[in-house]
């Protein structure tokens, strides 16, 4: 079964540092990947996505099939970038599975 | 961009009473829609998956006696709670796909507090 994992619970992390959100997933065909991201008292809203191989405030990641990573980076953290981050797959189906979640803390 | 809107944004009832949350996508057609719960600090749970039209899809251990889906227009999904319990409280959040498509992006709504008394 696809499922994602992201290891980290809380990362806290001094503004201007870089960051690094770990996601892990399994399945072995390619995948659809996203990263999600929840800003307080606000709804999820997508941050990215592995296809459009952009840049999204900062932020990107790179699909490694090899390791079956995803992981979120950014050089230097801001701290308008504190949030709850989702690390999501889609294997072809209607549904989207979502990771666990890790909520990024940037302190000033 | 697309705009997912639920209603009611927070509801307390008595247990033993049936809640409706309304879900609507405001400027496209939703072929595809999702529920799902989440409890605090955790991550979220998709309850089910709804297409215009059919019968939702329920994820395991979902009971769809207990969480009624109707997705009746493809702007529209309803979940009812029916015969509440206080261990049914809880956000409950709906997404909307344009299609089934896997590229498509999910647009989330504000989600739902539940709150059984």
């Known amino acids: 079964a696809q499922r994602v994992t992201q290891p980290e619970k809380l990362l806290s992390v001094f503004k201007g540092a870089p960051v690094e959100l770990k996601c892990n997933y399994s399945?072995?065909?390619?995948?659809?990947l996203f990263w999600y991201v929840q800003y307080s008292r606000q709804r999820l809203q997508l941050l990215l996505r592995?296809?459009s191989r952009e840049s999204i405030k900062g932020f990107t990641a790179d699909l490694n099939k090899g390791e079956t990573s995803f992981h979120l980076k950014k050089p230097f953290a801001q701290e308008e970038d504190s949030a709850m981050y989702y690390c999501?797959?889609?294997?072809?189906?209607?549904?989207?599975?979502f990771g666990a979640g890790t909520r990024l803390f940037v302190k000033a | 961009g697309a705009v997912v809107s639920q209603h009611p944004s927070r509801v307390i009832c008595k247990s033993g009473t049936s809640v409706k949350i309304e879900c609507r996508s405001l400027?496209?057609?939703?072929?595809?829609m999702f529920w799902y719960r989440q409890f605090p600090k955790q991550s979220l749970m998709l309850m089910a998956t709804?297409?215009?039209?059919?019968?939702?899809?329920?994820e395991q251990g979902v009971e769809k006696d207990k969480f009624l889906i109707n997705h009746a227009s493809l702007t529209l999904s309803t979940l009812t709670v029916t015969s509440a319990h206080p261990e049914d409280s809880s956000f409950y959040i709906c997404?909307?796909?344009?299609?089934?498509?896997?590229?498509?992006?999910?647009?989330f709504g504000p989600g739902t507090r539940l709150t059984v008394l």
């Open positions: 997404s909307a796909k344009t299609s089934g498509g896997r590229t498509d992006t999910q647009y």
């Open positions: 399945y072995s065909g390619s995948p659809e």
């Open positions: 592995h296809i």
């Open positions: 999501a797959i889609n294997t072809g189906g209607f549904k989207t599975i």
């Open positions: 400027d496209f057609q939703a072929t595809t």
């Open positions: 709804s297409n215009e039209g059919s019968k939702a899809t329920y």
